[in-house]
């Protein structure tokens, strides 16, 4: 790949992230399409550190043939001016790499977390397919936080609360936006599990706000 930028010759990631903080847009967007992966990655953060990281090039970044580079896109992805717009992207993303799927169901639940829009309904029933699917567990984790986050899929979440014991503390975790009694069951459940992170998640969950300070 040739530069079209006079200074941007054997240029390197720390040249990008240079120029990412004096403003030097013209060297950062020559760097989109860098060989190096490592400048790529460095582009994609000066552009958003820039307010110059449009959707398009978000894309780009997204679709990138190294994973370090998807990934990086999909971490940012919740940074971005209208994160809304990266939904699709990451929904791709979910069928990538397990260290991939897990930061790209994360950010899912973040960006719908913070927006007034809803996910696609296939954006979410792909998340409850990783919850109850998925190989790996980190992977199973993050999903069935997304959903929590977003407030959906409690069937889901109460199947999670029998995985093993770091998607069992996280699932319950998911719990909090829910109310009814197979919610409480669970918590209910979850205050005899052997592992005390689960455990404590639950009585926290199942103390009133109240009755906290009171015991203070």
Known sequence: MTFHHPSARNVQSSDIVEAGHRGDIDLVRAAISAETVAVRAAALSALLRLDALDIQQWETFATDKEASVRRRAAELAPRMP???LTENGLAR?????DEIVEVAAFALGEIGSMSDQTLAPASTQRLETIVRDHSDALCRESAVAALGALH?????ILHACADKATVRRRAVIALAPFEGPEVEAALTHALDDRDWQV???AEDLLT?????????
């Open 82 to 84: 209208d994160p809304m």
């Open 93 to 97: 993303l979910l069928d990538d790499t």
């Open 152 to 156: 959906t899929g409690l069937a889901t």
């Open 199 to 201: 455990r404590q998640a």
């Open 208 to 216: 009133p706000v109240g009755r906290e300070e009171d015991d203070l």
